[in-house]
């Protein structure tokens, strides 16, 4: 069976991850009275801006879906080095002239998500189509030598 890994890690912000237990440990004593935007310092923790994606495959090829919303697709970058695929861009904030901010909870700024391909994916043979905020990667894979099948004539002796 093909393995995908996913190498993003999630930072912890410095000194919340006590505060963040003891807010889970109060929170099922009070029955989730008290959700995470009642203390908006963690309401941010793990919110980094940070791609989704979604890895299929069938016999063919793999399928790698990325939820870019918001993102340009001239403002997405591709590397493949090796087996390592990397998707990183930036979200651009859209700025108003004189407009004050009343409440943010959109993400901005730089991504990167890097990925180790299956062993049998053709990492030259990749399709990128960018198409309401999500990026598909379609990543054929090769066929191995030993799984191909092929005739062998009989010939008379």
């Known amino acids: 069976m093909s393995t995908f890994f996913d190498k993003t890690t999630l930072p912890t912000p410095a000194g919340l991850a006590g505060v963040s237990q003891l807010h889970d440990d109060i929170d099922r004593l009070f029955g989730g009275f008290f959700d995470r935007d ?25 399928t790698l879906s990325v939820e870019l919303p918001g993102v340009a697709p001239e403002e997405v970058k591709i590397e493949v080095t090796g087996r390592e ?12 002239d004189k407009a004050r901010t009343h409440v943010q909870e959109r993400r901005y700024g730089s991504f990167a998500r890097t990925m180790t391909l299956p062993e049998d994916a053709d990492a030259d043979a990749i399709k990128a189509v960018a198409k309401n905020g999500v990026l598909t990667l379609e990543i054929a894979r090769r066929m191995d030598e030993a799984s191909k099948s092929r005739s062998i004539e009989v010939q008379k002796a």
């Not at 009642?38 to 793999?62: C, N």
Request: charged letters at 40%; hydrophobic letters at 35%; zero cysteines.
């Open 85 to 96: 695929l990397t998707i990183s861009g930036e979200k651009k904030e859209e700025v108003m």
């Open 38 to 62: 009642f203390w908006p310092a963690l309401a941010r923790e793990g919110k980094d801006l940070l791609p989704q994606v979604d890895f299929k495959s069938d016999e063919k090829q793999y």
